[in-house]
């Protein structure tokens, strides 16, 4: 019953916000775009990245981790592919006029650093709520 009432209640929404972590890629983003664009809802992704020394140095609190060798190598090895896989998506798809529908062509996609916005709250809000 509860899930039902919170289905009813998203899906007659004219605003849906969803928070997700470790979004592999933002190409599979596109089919979620595509589905929400033809349900006629308004969709914006804000990909928050952080820099790869500071979820280094988080894992090694977290993890208990000392050295910050292997945890670099572990990061360079699970997170630098994906990053690269990103920036080249992103690159071919705001360089190709033939796009007709994605995220960065409706300029729905916008990515900031995490790191500038937890310095600086009130201008990174800004510009996110200009943006919207």
Same mark, same amino acid.
């Given at each position: 019953?509860?899930?039902?009432?919170?289905?009813?209640?998203?899906?007659?929404?004219?605003l849906?916000?969803?928070?997700t972590?470790?979004?592999?890629?933002?190409?599979?983003?596109e089919? &979620?775009?595509?589905?929400?664009?033809?349900m006629?809802k308004? %969709?914006?992704?804000?990909?928050? *990245?952080? #820099?790869? /020394?500071?979820?280094a140095?988080?894992?090694?609190?977290?993890?208990?981790?000392?050295?910050m060798?292997t945890?670099?190598?572990?990061?360079?090895i699970?997170?630098?592919?994906?990053?690269?896989?990103? &920036?080249?998506?992103?690159?071919?798809?705001?360089?190709d006029? %033939?796009?007709?529908?994605?995220? *960065?062509? #409706?300029? /729905?996609y916008?990515?900031?650093?995490?790191?500038?916005?937890?310095?600086?709250?009130?201008?990174?809000?800004?510009?996110v709520?200009q943006?919207?």
């Amino acid at each position: 019953m509860r899930d039902e009432i919170l289905r009813n209640v998203c899906q007659n929404s004219s605003l849906i916000i969803t928070k997700t972590t470790r979004v592999c890629s933002v190409e599979d983003l596109e089919d &979620i775009y595509r589905h929400l664009k033809r349900m006629k809802k308004e %969709t914006y992704v804000l990909h928050l *990245v952080r #820099d790869l /020394r500071s979820i280094a140095s988080s894992r090694m609190k977290l993890e208990g981790k000392s050295e910050m060798k292997t945890v670099l190598e572990e990061i360079r090895i699970q997170y630098c592919p994906r990053q690269n896989a990103n &920036i080249e998506y992103l690159d071919s798809v705001s360089q190709d006029s %033939t796009v007709q529908s994605s995220i *960065v062509a #409706d300029g /729905r996609y916008m990515k900031i650093r995490y790191e500038d916005f937890a310095t600086n709250t009130i201008e990174g809000a800004g510009k996110v709520f200009q943006w919207v």
